[in-house]
Structures are given as structure tokens and as C-alpha cells.
């Protein structure tokens, strides 16, 4: 059974950077597409990011282009999102997901496998 772990999380200034990584069991990682989608409290998940099981394409909220940047590294069987500039809007719950195919999509009815979420809160 696929399963997903975060890790990277944590407090942080505006302005400042993290890394989150996904790290994946199972077979077949490198069949799907990944992504990584973020909830605030009081709001709906949302998407952030999405890359293509060979890494060749990506797609980004536009509120991140720019600040965010996915990758993956099949042969460690790993997703990661490095997120510069970070602002206060950043703050959320962020899941990394496994798409049901190989192409990238903004719908969570298209991501099959969720992690547990690592908490993202920056200050002021």
C-alpha cells in the first residue's frame, strides 16, 4: 500500500524559505504524477503545485509562481517543494498527494493518496 509522509514543516519569518519533502512507499511512484495542496484553517484545500510523473511539466497557483518550486526525484521515491518569500497567506496545512494517473491536475478528486499534512506558519 502506497503510503505518503511530510516532513519539513515548521514556524517561520516573512520573507524567509523552507523545503517540505514527500517521501512515498510502494511501488509505482514514478507512474504518477504528484502535487502538494495546502488548507488554512477555515478554508477549503487548495492546490499549490503539480508535477508530471517524469518531472518534465509543472503547474502552480499563481499566487506561488515564482516564490515555489516542485521536484521529484524517483529514484529516492520523493516529492519536494521548496518555497521562498514566504508570506503570511502561506500559513496552512500542507498535504503532498498522488494523482490516480500520470498527468497533473488542480482537482483533489484526481489525487488517490494523501498524506498526514505538515503545519507551514509564518509571522509577521
Known amino acids: 500500500q502506497v503510503q505518503l509522509v511530510e516532513t519539513g514543516g515548521g514556524l517561520v519569518q516573512a520573507g524567509g524559505s523552507l523545503r517540505l519533502s514527500c517521501a512515498a512507499s510502494g511501488r509505482t511512484f514514478s507512474s504518477s504524477a504528484m502535487a502538494w495542496f495546502r488548507q488554512a484553517p477555515g478554508k477549503e484545500r487548495e492546490f499549490v503545485a503539480s508535477?508530471?510523473?517524469?518531472?518534465?511539466?509543472?503547474d502552480y497557483l499563481d499566487s506561488v509562481k515564482g516564490r515555489f518550486t516542485i521536484s521529484r526525484d524517483n529514484a529516492k521515491m520523493t516529492v519536494a517543494l521548496q518555497m521562498n518569500s514566504l508570506k503570511l497567506e502561506d500559513t496552512a496545512v500542507y498535504y503532498c498527494?498522488?494523482?490516480?494517473?500520470?498527468?497533473?491536475?488542480?482537482?483533489?478528486?484526481?489525487?488517490?493518496?494523501w498524506g498526514q499534512g505538515t503545519q507551514v506558519t509564518v509571522s509577521s
Open positions: 508535477i508530471t510523473k517524469s518531472g518534465g511539466s509543472t
Open positions: 498527494a498522488r494523482a490516480r494517473l500520470g498527468i497533473i491536475s488542480r482537482s483533489t478528486s484526481l489525487y488517490a493518496v
